[in-house]
């Protein structure tokens, strides 16, 4: 490899690194990786531009330790029978004499970075940075609970429930968008929680499940244990009364009502009886929860 190759290479690894620290800074990768491995963003991204910078202002060729098998080679090579009257069987002698063999070989370092950057820059420019809603669906917006993923159990009886989770001002639980959905999956937890005045906070999607009367949309949050990858939707439905102000998809709202549970196909659901919903400031990263 040569120094221009290498400095080439550098460049792009100091590219790479200013990505990084760009998405750090700009906060961008709160939507694709939990809070807590965050600052692995900022240290990957120094030491890049570290590697790269070094690359660049010192390339340090590799040279041949051992040039007298390189030159064996090339007369071994040229040392072949050479049939000057054959006309099937034309050479030609310079390159032998020159050392000037000519060899395919594929793209560039100078092509390799532009296929890496271009395309790169593109889906920075152009990325939503959120999951459409096809594919929140993909990720269990309109997915059943399920027992064996309880990851938050709720208090088992009301004085927990009252000593544990805060109200507000309307006296309705401060309730986790998980802990009303898994409680769709326990009777005895069902028991406890229908009824009960709550708020759940978190983002807006349409209903497709149940409404026909089309009075209701879906309030759901994203969880995350390490990245984008692990993500998981869960949700709530909302049951507007009639002639009330209804949100947009994508609105981060908080809603409050009356939690209760429904059968839909054999499968309880949860449902939110909804008394009023309000436009909520989103937080830093969808995946911190404020209660």
Known sequence: MTALHTRLFGLLATSWGAILIYFYHSTRVKDYLAADFHHFILFGGIGMIILGVYSIINPQPKKDSHPEINNHDHDADCAHDHHEDDPAHPHEHEDCESGDHHHEEGHGPLVTILLTIIPLTLAMSHTRDKLSNQGLSKKGLYETPSLT???????????????RVSKNQHGEFELRMITAYYAAGDREIQDIFDGLPVELEGRIAPEKINNEAGDRMRVFRSIITCC?????????SLQFPERSTRPKSEDWVKAGGILTFETVNGTVLPLLKVREVVQAEEPYSEFRLRQ
């Open 149 to 163: 993923n309880a990851g938050d159990i709720p208090p088992f009886t009301r004085e927990d429930l009252e000593k």
């Open 228 to 236: 984008a990858a692990d993500l998981q939707v869960v949700g709530v």
